[in-house]
């Protein structure tokens, strides 16, 4: 039961971490993509105990 609650939170997680990466790409100002370069690290580094909680579940 609790592997497809870990699978929709990880496309949330995926769909997000990719907003945020097209987000920073795309801003032109160096101090606003540093900002944003800095939000998406963050955000892919919380993602990471989502993903091993998917992995020690599944297995």
């Known amino acids: 039961m609790a592997v497809p609650i870990l699978v ?9 971490g990719m907003w945020q990466m097209r987000r920073a790409l795309h801003t032109v ?18 993602g990471a105990p989502l993903l091993a909680a998917f992995i020690l579940v599944a297995f």
């Open 8 to 16: 929709a939170l990880f496309a949330v997680y995926a769909l997000v």
């Open 29 to 46: 100002d160096p101090a606003a993509r540093l900002r944003e370069a800095r939000r998406l690290l963050i955000l892919v580094s919380a």
